[in-house]
Each structure stands twice: as structure tokens, then as C-alpha cells.
């Protein structure tokens, strides 16, 4: 059984929203990562992974984030206490809201960074580098359409 886990790579202009995670949070506390969390059990339902990246995001960091949302690919890990985890990113467009830690036990602090600020932080894990590396080529591929 797996724990499905939803990212959204949110951009505005040329900055895109990461947060610190919370040094409680059991896994990865401490590092910079894209907003998200985990799906709920909804029973039927559809758009599930959209509606939940979209509450996430709200949830966290207080934006709200437009309708249209792209996947942008998949992974999976294992946690430290051995649960297994999919993990979706989203591209998404920043729509209102200033972004703010509402969640301390969850985020630790919130910016709003450059690719390349993002790229060369200290505390950004390879898997938030290759969810923002694969985010950007998107979005630059949706741009010259």
C-alpha cells in the first residue's frame, strides 16, 4: 500500500514558492521543498490530485493557486520508518495570496525563490532539484506554444 503525495511547483513571474520544512516533520525536516502533502480518501471522486495540490498549497502557505494545473511527473521513495510513498508534482500558476507559514508544525519559513537561488541552496535536496528542474522545462515548453 502506498501513501500518494502531491507537490506543486508554483511560479510567479520568475520565482517560484519553496518552503523550509519544519525540522518536526518525520521526513526531510529542515530542507527546502515544494509545497504540498498528502492525498485524503475521498471515496469516488474526480480530480482528486489537482483539488488536493490546489488545498495544499492554500492550507501551508496561504495562495491560492489558478484552475489549470499540469503533472509533471511522478517518483517514488521509501520514508526512514519504511511506509512507501508516490509523489506527484503539479506545475502550477500563482493566482492570489501572500505567501505565509500558516502551518509552523509543517513550514518553517516560506520564500518566494529564483531557479538558480533554488538550485545552489545548502538545504535543497536532489529531489526538490529534480522536481524543479523538470517543472521549469514545462513550464518552458507550455510558454512557446
Request: proline share 3%; aromatic share 8%; hydrophobic share 40%.
Amino acid at each position: 500500500m502506498f501513501i500518494v503525495n502531491v507537490e506543486g511547483a508554483v511560479c510567479r513571474g520568475d520565482k517560484w514558492l519553496v518552503i523550509t520544512r519544519s525540522a518536526k516533520e518525520e521526513h526531510a525536516g529542515g530542507t527546502l521543498s515544494l509545497v504540498g502533502g498528502k492525498v485524503d480518501i475521498e471515496g469516488g471522486s474526480l480530480e482528486i490530485l489537482e483539488r488536493t495540490v490546489k488545498r495544499e498549497v492554500d492550507e501551508e502557505v496561504g495562495v491560492k493557486i489558478k484552475d489549470a494545473v499540469a503533472f509533471v511527473y511522478s517518483s517514488s521513495f521509501v520514508t526512514d520508518d519504511g511506509r512507501n510513498v508516490i509523489n506527484m508534482v503539479f506545475l502550477c500558476e500563482y493566482d492570489t495570496g501572500t505567501a505565509h507559514s500558516k502551518s509552523p508544525d509543517e513550514v518553517e519559513a516560506v520564500y518566494w525563490m529564483t531557479f538558480d537561488e533554488i538550485m545552489d541552496h545548502p538545504a535543497a535536496p536532489p529531489w526538490t532539484k529534480e522536481s524543479l528542474r523538470r517543472a521549469a522545462a514545462l513550464a518552458e515548453r507550455l510558454q512557446q506554444r
